[in-house]
């Protein structure tokens, strides 16, 4: 089985930008996360889980509403990564954010994506002034 290592959030003001990083640790194992969907989803304080991104398989982007044109999900495979652009970044972005995956080739739906069944720790966003 293999594991999933979040990094790269912190505190920053309102309209600045983070990029958090996800590691697949076990591809010699056969954790390849070029293989599988990949999806950040977020939890803020008292609210429920909520989708926010996913790349497929075959590299398909997805994105909530919320998020469009300002997050970009990608992914480099070679480094066994999935990288979270997030710009323009606003107060209600404060949440921690978690990668997960059910090693599977598909996103399915965004409601899904927090119950995947591979998550990291999390890695906390702050985003205010």
């Known amino acids: 089985q293999g594991r999933l290592v979040e990094s790269g959030g912190g505190l920053v003001q309102p309209g600045e930008s983070l990029r958090l990083s996800c590691v697949g640790h076990?591809?010699?194992?056969?954790?390849?996360?070029?293989?599988?969907?990949v999806a950040w989803f977020r939890q803020a304080p008292g609210k429920e889980p909520e989708g926010v991104s996913c790349?497929?398989?075959?590299?398909?982007?997805h994105y909530v509403d919320s998020v469009k044109g300002r997050f970009t999900i990608s992914r480099d495979d070679v480094k066994n990564t999935v990288y979270l652009q997030m710009d323009s970044l606003k107060p209600e972005d404060t949440a921690v954010y978690y990668c997960?995956?059910?090693?599977?080739?598909?996103?399915?739906?965004?409601?899904?994506?927090?119950?995947?069944?591979?998550r990291g720790q999390g890695t906390q966003v702050t985003v205010s002034s």
């Open positions: 997960a995956t059910d090693q599977m080739s598909t996103c399915f739906r965004a409601d899904r994506w927090p119950t995947f069944s591979v």
């Open positions: 790349i497929s398989g075959g590299s398909r982007t």
């Open positions: 076990g591809a010699s194992s056969g954790f390849g996360l070029g293989y599988y969907a």
